[in-house]
């Protein structure tokens, strides 16, 4: 394994091999934003700004790539809410100076609810599921209306593990983080300007009162993190990993929720009866002929 890893060690515990460049992958990351949104021919941006890690470093790059007077964070809590990430969100949107709009879901999500016995009567993934759909519908209404491209905040860590709900949070148009893990980009986030209270605080989706992201992942982000970065980015066998002192049950759980959570990172399936068939060989970048 050392051979085959060259410098690089696979040790529980040992977060090294997940440092970044901050400086070099903020620029990396501003120019990725100017460069697809224009290829979309977008000059703006929008963004679901929640009061979270993620949202926030999405929102400070939008600001440096497009001029804070290009970015708008929507702001859409729920009745049963944390106040502190609705005052949280509002701190970002303030320290970067851009436009902001605050919807409340309740009025939707209670009406929609209401014949089951409302929502406290539901199963609380599925609420919460719902939630993140209605986000995301709103998010895309609001780019159309005011010609914005939509942007995404879902991290690395998230994105392999399937922790998101498809066409929901999971959705965007493009997404400049989508290749960070957690730790990294609460790295960059402190290069960013993101508020301290907002880098210190425990990850919470807030969809339901005392949800946590570590609770609900079963294992704190940073030992989630160095294990996919040796499995995924370093393509170490779980075998491996385990002869290296790492535990048997987080691999295994590790492995198994990238693997169960395929179908959201993918387009769906479309059944091939043609010669050229979308998603199988017809296949082109986005920016195709352009």
């Known amino acids: 394994m050392i051979e085959r890893l060259g410098a690089i060690r696979a040790k529980p515990g040992d977060l090294s091999p997940l440092r970044i460049d901050e400086v070099l992958v903020r620029k990396m990351l501003v120019a990725f934003l100017r460069d697809e949104a224009a290829k979309a021919g977008f000059r703006k941006a929008i963004v679901n700004v929640s009061g979270g890690i993620d949202s926030a470093a999405v929102a400070h790059l939008a600001a440096e790539a497009y001029g804070a ?4 964070a929507l702001l859409l809590p729920y009745r049963t809410s944390d106040p502190k990430a609705l005052t949280d969100a509002r701190e970002v949107v303030r320290g970067l100076g851009i ?4 919807h409340d879901l309740t009025p939707q999500i209670d009406a929609y609810f209401a014949a089951e016995g409302g929502v406290e009567k539901i199963d609380r993934v599925r609420a919460g599921n719902k939630m993140a ?13 005011l010609g914005a491209i939509p942007l995404g905040t879902s991290n690395k860590t998230e994105l392999l593990l399937g922790y998101g709900t498809i066409f929901g949070d999971m959705a965007s148009a493009i997404n400049p983080v989508g290749d960070l893990y957690k730790t990294q980009l609460r790295e960059l986030a402190g290069l960013l300007g993101v508020p301290e209270s907002i880098r210190a605080k425990v990850p919470s989706a807030d969809l339901w009162a005392g949800q946590t992201d570590e609770s609900e992942l079963g294992a704190s982000y940073a030992d989630l993190d160095i294990v996919l970065y040796h499995m995924v980015d370093r393509r170490v066998h779980p075998v491996e990993l385990i002869e290296a002192g790492f535990d048997r049950r987080l691999i295994e759980m590790v492995r198994e929720r990238v693997r169960r959570s395929q179908y959201k990172r993918v387009p769906p399936i479309v059944a091939k009866v043609s010669l050229r068939t979308v998603g199988h060989d017809f296949l082109y970048p986005r920016d195709w002929e352009r």
Do not use: F, H, K, P
Not at 133 to 145: A, G, K, P, T, W
């Open 69 to 72: 007077e290009n970015v708008t």
């Open 133 to 145: 759909r209605e986000r995301m519908s709103i998010l895309y209404d609001r780019s159309q209306v």
């Open 99 to 102: 436009g902001a709009e605050e």
